[in-house]
């Protein structure tokens, strides 16, 4: 579960980020989107991080920002839109793949399988929707 708070929270700190640099001619249907997605990462996180903490599973948030910062790092830097639709997308798949090993590992409650397939499944929506945006 650790890594899909790591992909939520580089969701949310990047997804805002891009929400704040955003500019150009789709600045205002751009800049909505950047920032519905960034709230909705927000708070993906905070209910994963309070399932691992309900399950004893103690997060090492120092270590988690960290791993954040380092995912960050090598994404494409261009200060505009596509580049920032694009990093999300990639970042978005990331997060799927890894709820998909989390659910398939077999180590978590139906209860925990269904909080984290739910936010699978808003991610998948969002992902529809930046695929739209790239067109």
Known sequence: ???IAIYLRTLQLYGQNAH???????????????????????CGYDMV????????????LQKLHKKVAEIIQ????KPD???????ILKLE???????????????????????IGELANQSESRQYKIKQRLK
């Open 49 to 60: 991080i309070e399932r691992m903490i309900g399950l004893d599973i103690i997060p090492d």
């Open 1 to 3: 579960m650790e890594k």
């Open 81 to 87: 839109a596509k580049s920032f639709f694009r990093n």
């Open 93 to 115: 798949q990331k997060l799927c793949s890894e709820i998909e090993e989390c659910v398939n590992s077999g180590k978590y409650s139906e209860g925990t399988n269904q909080l």
């Open 74 to 77: 090598v994404l494409d830097h």
């Open 20 to 42: 704040n640099l955003d500019q150009g001619q789709s600045f205002f249907a751009d800049h909505e989107a950047l920032g519905a997605f960034y709230e909705a990462a927000g």
